[in-house]
């Protein structure tokens, strides 16, 4: 009888500490302690990706915002999130330096837009520092995701896919507690490996009221630049499409048909374009087969936003 009562008990045991676990809904007060336990304690690495912060978390490692706020400063969310308080907060891990910190995985979302942070906490269970290891929403990036390593390394990893190529960025830190932030220690390699678009004609003067940059970003611009008449204009077009699976390139000499529309054509050239101006964005159509100057699943065209001009600084009165 003795044997039956003590294996009863001992699941018994073991429940009543799973249940010391305290809820995080925010309907009872939370000591600093028991919000650092409430994360799910973790062998390493410690790690997580963009594809696991897309998909479905559990309702059982929710923290309620105002929960959340009481150990973290509302300056955490504020970078990506603004000042929303609708957010959702997950729980996803935790492990611990010996006597020293301990290093939280937080999840947090905003319909599409999510981070995955670290979080630090000190010996007492007090905040100290964060970073966005993941994002999604964001960025364009091929794929991400961090980690924390049993040596306490913390990694960064970002890959890109400039046209059938693959290249990545991996940085590592160490967290720094006299400082209390992250130090870099190596990167490997530069993501300036994918090359910066040059505009050849970036300049020169653009006087006239059409000229300046079109710009939707870093590699998808059209500039225009004055010509030697007042009805000629130099123009640089790079764009990129479908993950620069796509890409396009070609400087020429565009000429104004009426006020609002430039036409671009060259004797013995079958290549030509049009770029009709309204407001301040400019229309781009391929009128004539460009192919020689472009990859054969795209074409010249889209809308382009001008990008204001810096306005020079005031003098200081003296």
Do not use: W
């Not at 479908?242 to 006020?259: D, H, M, W, Y």
């Amino acid at each position: 009888m003795k044997k039956i009562v003590f294996y009863v008990f001992i699941p018994l045991v073991l429940l009543a500490c799973r249940s010391k676990v305290k809820s995080m809904k925010g309907d009872e007060e939370v000591k600093p302690s028991e919000f650092i336990e409430f994360f799910p304690e973790q062998k390493f690495p410690l790690k997580i990706a963009d594809t696991s912060l897309v998909k479905f978390s559990k309702d059982s490692l929710i923290v309620a915002y105002k929960v959340a706020k009481q150990f973290i400063p509302d300056t955490v969310f504020t970078k990506y999130f603004g000042k929303s308080n609708k957010l959702k907060i997950y729980a996803m891990g935790r492990v611990r330096e010996k006597s020293k910190e301990h290093y939280l995985l937080m999840k947090v979302a905003n319909g599409k837009k999510q981070v995955g942070y670290l979080l630090i906490f000190n010996e007492k269970d007090q905040f100290k520092s964060s970073m966005p290891l993941v994002t999604s929403g964001f960025e364009n990036y091929a794929a991400s995701s961090g980690s924390v390593d049993a040596k306490f390394q913390i990694a960064t990893v970002k890959e890109f896919k400039p046209g059938t190529n693959i290249s990545y960025k991996r940085n590592i830190y160490i967290y720094n507690a006299e400082a209390q932030n992250f130090t870099l220690i190596m990167t490997e390699p530069n993501e300036d490996i994918i090359e910066e678009v040059i505009n050849p004609i970036d300049t020169l003067p653009s006087k006239q009221k059409i000229s300046g940059n079109y710009v939707k970003n870093k590699r998808n611009f059209i500039s225009f630049r004055d010509g030697k008449k007042a009805t000629e204009f130099l123009f640089f077009v790079h764009f990129e499409k479908e993950n620069a699976s796509c890409v396009g390139e070609l400087k020429g000499i565009a000429r104004q048909t009426n006020k609002n529309t430039l036409q671009y054509q060259e004797p013995g050239n079958t290549c030509a374009l049009e770029f009709k101006f309204e407001g301040n964005e400019v229309t781009m159509k391929e009128t004539g087969g460009c192919g020689a100057y472009r990859d054969i699943k795209c074409f010249f065209e889209g809308s382009y936003p001008k990008k204001a001009e810096p306005k020079p600084a005031r003098k200081k009165r003296s």
